[in-house]
């Protein structure tokens, strides 16, 4: 076993080798432009990309037309989302721009719908219940009082491992005329997501969520969807997004699509038992342990915990060889509490005693042993100098 464990695929996965293998052609002699129609080199280069294309349609059972190439799952919901605003405001100037939306998105959402609600546009935002979950009357009412543009929820949150009933959102916004957005860059080749079923109109992800390369991302967007360009350039990807193709990029989300379609049925049972392996050690361990977030309706390599009367940064402090988050990464460099924890009514003082273990492909029972041996050895002596503790017990 070597040291440091990581235990943050939420923030981030290692590159599969396997993707590596399948990149490196189109890093080095395959350089090819893929919009340079001329000659073998754009050939080749383009070629791979419809491979991966089509590879990543499969995984979400979408056509490889309907997928559009981005920097990533930011990139994908913002141009979803103002995309979709941008074309009403053109087309549909008198239809009022309503957007649904929930309050454990990730913040590539929320910004995005806090920019639109100051460009003039009514953003709902749904509470969650306890386990982080959407309430479907509550949207279903929402919709019914005021017509909508866009519904947008993820298909599973990024810090408690939620996932929510996409199916059901699909049924009411089609019923409604809505066009309906998933963030789905932690559930994609985790869990099966298929736009047909669930009725998703447009779907964001991101490849180094799924042990491809950062940078690199997609947006599927169902025919006929018609979403207006961010980025301005030479009318790339039918017009949604100009710029050069990324091709190794590319190609290496392509792979890893492959990778996760063939692999996740196996990943999952292994990656809950391991999940399983870690909580009921925890909490065989260690008192005033809690875990957050739903039993049932959650992504196999997420445990979220909260360990009261410790702070959650201490306790990173005292766990050196552990990579783990106190929160999603990328509000973890504020001292803020996790507006997540903070939507599914944990204290501000619980929200700070959380950790979030993120469990992935390339972790092993070994490794979950070694943590939580240490973890349960580490909080009772950081308890032991708690006032919060002292105060609690
Ligand atoms: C990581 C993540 C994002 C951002 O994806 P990038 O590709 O890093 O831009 C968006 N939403 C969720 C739910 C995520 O987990």
Redesign the pocket.
């Known amino acids: 076993m070597r040291l440091p464990i990581y235990l943050d695929n939420?923030a981030t996965t290692r590159l599969d080798p396997r993707v590596l293998e399948a990149m490196m052609p189109y890093l080095t002699g395959t350089y090819g432009n893929a919009a340079s129609h001329s000659h073998s080199f754009g050939w080749a280069a383009e070629q791979a990309v419809e491979t991966a294309r089509a590879q990543m349609a499969q995984l979400i059972g979408a056509t490889a037309k309907e997928i559009v190439f981005t920097?990533?799952?930011?990139?994908s919901?913002n141009v979803a989302l103002k995309g979709v605003v941008e074309t009403a405001r053109q087309s549909q100037p008198d239809r009022p721009l309503h957007i649904v939306t929930q309050a454990t998105e990730?913040k590539?959402?929320l910004d995005v719908c806090g920019w639109l609600s100051r460009q003039g546009c009514l953003v709902t935002t749904l509470p969650v219940s306890a386990q982080g979950l959407v309430d479907l009357d509550e949207l279903r009412r929402a919709l019914d009082d005021e017509p909508a543009l866009l519904v947008s929820i993820?298909a599973a949150?990024?810090e408690v491992g939620t996932m929510q009933p996409v199916e059901e959102i699909g049924v009411l916004c089609r019923e409604r005329g809505v066009l309906f957005h998933t963030?789905a860059?932690?559930a994609v080749g985790k869990i099966p997501v298929d736009v047909a079923r669930a009725k998703i109109d447009l779907l964001?992800l991101?490849?180094?969520?799924i042990y491809g390369p950062?940078g690199v991302?997609a947006l599927y967007v169902r025919r006929g969807v018609k979403v207006a360009e961010q980025m301005h350039g030479g009318g790339h990807e039918r017009g949604m997004r100009s710029g050069t193709l990324n091709v190794a990029g590319i190609v290496g989300l392509g792979a890893a699509c492959a990778l996760a379609a063939g692999e996740m049925a196996e990943e999952t049972v292994r990656l809950g038992v391991l999940r399983e392996r870690l909580r009921t050690k925890l909490l065989a361990g260690l008192e005033r342990v809690r875990v957050n977030g739903s039993a049932t309706h959650r992504l196999p390599g997420n445990l979220s915990v909260t360990f009261q009367g410790v702070d959650s940064e201490s306790l990173m402090m005292g766990l050196k060889d552990v990579a783990v988050s106190s929160g999603s990464a990328c509000t973890s460099a504020s001292i803020q509490p996790s507006h997540v924890l903070r939507a599914m009514g944990l204290s501000e003082d619980d929200a700070h005693s959380t950790l979030r273990f993120g469990i992935g492909r390339f972790n092993t029972e070994e490794e979950i042993d070694f943590v939580a041996e240490r973890i349960v050895e580490v909080v009772p002596k950081l308890r032991e100098l708690s006032p919060a503790w002292a105060e609690m017990t």
């Open positions: 939420h920097s990533g799952a930011t990139e919901n990730h590539a959402v993820m949150n990024n963030d860059a932690q964001s991101s490849g180094h969520k950062k991302g």
